[in-house]
């Protein structure tokens, strides 16, 4: 018999919860809502405080990183955590960075890469993907190669003679 004024109590609580999540699925305003399910405006506003005020748990991460998922969600021991989506991180080229720090790729190891990416026929996203980094990555790689390239001079000697084999076939199509 002394349990029977707790379960009221979860029940009337429940009550209150259904109506505060029909509440929020809804378009209407709180004043509305409550005229249109017939239950008083003042108790629904105290019990809705309450609800504001209870904690709420953390939001899920489902975001990818180089290292895999970073989320459990109903993965099991037996079962891998990539998705199937991008099959590269699951066997990535490079080992991921550790936390809180940043790989760094030796000059050779960019060369090697752009080199790759030159040659073969896939995109330059899927050899980012490959490698664990960004595609602007690369194509930054790209331009300071272009940059650090050594300039190379040219000697060129300007004669006032006119070339024998163009300037005679223009003469001889002008006759």
Partial sequence: MTDEPLKWARRHEAFWREHHEAWKRSALNQREYCASQGIPLKAFGNWRAIFKAEPKPPPRKILYRRGGLSH?????????????????????????????????????????????????????????????????????????????????????????????STTAGAQEQAQ
């Fill in 72 to 164: 459990t969600l109903n993965h099991s021991l037996s079962h891998p955590p990539g998705h199937g989506a991008y099959p590269s991180l699951e066997r990535s080229i490079v080992p991921p960075p550790r936390d809180g720090h940043r790989r760094r790729f030796t000059e050779a190891d960019k060369h090697r890469i752009l080199e790759e990416a030159q040659q073969s026929s896939s995109s330059l996203a899927q050899i980012a993907r490959n490698y664990g980094i960004a595609r602007r990555v690369l194509c930054r790689w790209k331009q300071d190669l272009a940059e650090t390239s050594p300039v190379a001079f040219v000697t060129v000697q300007v004669t006032d003679l006119p070339l024998p």
